[in-house]
């Protein structure tokens, strides 16, 4: 199986190979709105840009995915210094993941049974790398948060996993302080998404075709 170093996830232009792709990337941000949603109603802990936006929709009248699409528009915001371009994918990011999550939600209750929280937390969580692998493996463009972790890597100089880790702490720490849910979902989302996402890539990622001879 091909090593994640080993594939190509460099963006491609929408014309090339429209159809599969965009269906792709579709299927994959649906799948990661719900698996969204299955975190959230599990009530066992939440990654961690998740608990800053639960802890924002604690304290405010806006819906869960109403302030993932908000803060996705704040972080966007941080590309312009940046010096980052968004893709398709990018808008498609910030309009596929806000709607589903929140019609998820609309039908999936808070669960308080330990067996059905486990099976919530658990499934979404592998959901969320299934999901991940997808929309990435469309090489239509970042995600904002993606972004935002590449932009200051490549402008610090600083590895990806120190920018990637130090943006997580401090939204992990202000989501936290505004009453959003940390647990034991949220120590086991940041040790199996890597894994996970890794695993799922090689079977999801888009591959040029050579030429014909």
């Keep these: 199986m091909a090593q994640l170093e080993q594939l190509d996830l460099r963006t491609v232009t929408v014309t ?9 990337l579709t299927a994959g941000l649906v799948l990661y709105g719900a698996s969204m949603a299955m975190m959230t109603r599990s009530g066992l802990g939440l990654n961690p840009w998740d608990v800053l936006h639960e802890g924002i929709t604690e304290r405010t009248p806006l819906t869960f995915g109403m302030v993932v699409a908000l803060t996705s528009v704040a972080v966007l915001l941080l590309w312009i210094p940046l010096r980052q ?17 929140d019609l998820v939600r609309l039908v999936l ?8 929280q486990i099976t919530l ?10 999901a ?36 997580e702490v401090v939204v ?8 959003g849910t940390v ?10 998404i890597g894994p996970l996402t890794q695993a799922f ?4 990622v888009w591959r040029e075709r050579p030429p014909r001879p």
Aim: aromatic content about 4%; cysteine-free; charged content about 10%.
């Design 132 to 167: 991940t692998a997808a929309y990435v493996g469309a090489r239509l463009g970042a995600g904002p948060r993606d972004g935002l972790m590449t932009g200051l890597a490549a402008r610090t100089g600083r590895s990806v996993r120190l920018v990637r880790t130090g943006i």
């Design 172 to 179: 992990l720490g202000t989501g936290w302080l505004l009453g």
């Design 85 to 101: 371009r968004p893709g398709i994918g990018t808008v498609a990011n910030v309009v596929i993941i806000s709607v589903t999550v």
């Design 121 to 130: 937390l658990v499934g979404g969580v592998v959901l969320n790398g299934l």
């Design 201 to 204: 890539l090689p079977l999801t």
């Design 109 to 116: 209750p808070d669960q308080h049974a330990l067996g059905w």
């Design 16 to 24: 090339v190979s429209p159809v599969r792709r965009l269906t792709q």
């Design 183 to 192: 647990g034991v979902g949220t120590v086991l989302y940041a040790l199996a």
